[in-house]
């Protein structure tokens, strides 16, 4: 079957640390994956997806992730975090039950300190 | 700023009864997918619509239901209300119906509360 799993419930980092929020996926075929923010009161953003191709993937507000299918890992990586990175991030990978229906994780809450 | 816009923000049930929640896509986009999301979860596929045809549908009950419009705009209807249907119940939309067509847009999302 498939899901995602977000190892970490909380993650609290100083401003201007580096990041790295973990995801590990199960599925059978070729993923499609995705990182989505989502702050207080607001839907969900596209922080970036991969479909194929350069297993590196950039995305907004210079976040990236790397997909790596030994692993079955599609970790998001910040060099340097902003306060205004506080929010609730979910991956989530492609559903088989609709074209573009998504499995999400149950999400990784992070709280920047000064 | 998404364009994707729903109604209402909030509202509170009572069990037993039924709710009708409304999604406006963005413009341009042909198919809509709903969400649940419980508190401290993420958001569970509840179906996608395209061309006003359900065509998917995740693990839920069949007293959860929908529509879609000529629009393209959604409804989602959720009759004999249960506490457990207590949740942030997300809109979201998209240019196609296919898998990898690209990027889904959400709204802000309906806080229903069942009591």
């Known amino acids: 079957a498939q899901s995602v799993t977000q190892p970490d419930i909380h993650i609290t980092v100083s401003e201007g640390a580096s990041l790295e929020l973990r995801c590990n996926y199960s599925?059978?075929?070729?993923?499609?994956l995705f990182w989505y923010v989502q702050s207080p009161g607001q839907g969900l953003q596209l922080l970036l997806k991969y479909f194929s191709g350069d297993t590196l993937v950039q995305g907004i507000k210079g976040f990236e992730a790397e997909f790596k299918r030994s692993q079955s890992s599609f970790n998001l990586r910040k060099p340097s975090v902003h306060w205004s990175d506080a929010a609730e991030y979910f991956c989530a990978v492609g559903a088989s039950q609709a074209g573009t229906a998504l499995i999400f994780g149950k999400g990784t809450t992070l709280s920047v300190s000064s | 700023e998404t364009g994707v816009t729903q109604s209402p923000t909030h509202l509170i049930k009572t069990r037993g009864q039924q709710v009708t929640l409304r999604c406006s896509s963005q413009?341009?986009?042909?198919?809509v997918s709903w969400y649940q999301q419980a508190l401290g979860q993420g958001p569970q596929f509840i179906f996608q619509y395209y061309r006003e045809e359900e065509n998917g549908r995740g693990n839920f009950p069949p007293r959860f239901s929908g529509l879609q419009f000529p629009n393209y705009s959604s409804e989602l209807n959720v009759n004999a209300l249960e506490l457990d249907d207590s949740a942030l119940y997300l809109c979201?939309?998209?240019?196609?119906?296919?898998?990898?067509?690209?990027?889904?847009?959400f709204g802000e999302g309906s806080r229903l509360t069942v009591l």
């Open positions: 599925y059978g075929a070729t993923p499609y």
């Open positions: 979201a939309s998209s240019l196609g119906a296919a898998r990898g067509t690209g990027e889904l847009f």
């Open positions: 413009s341009g986009h042909n198919t």
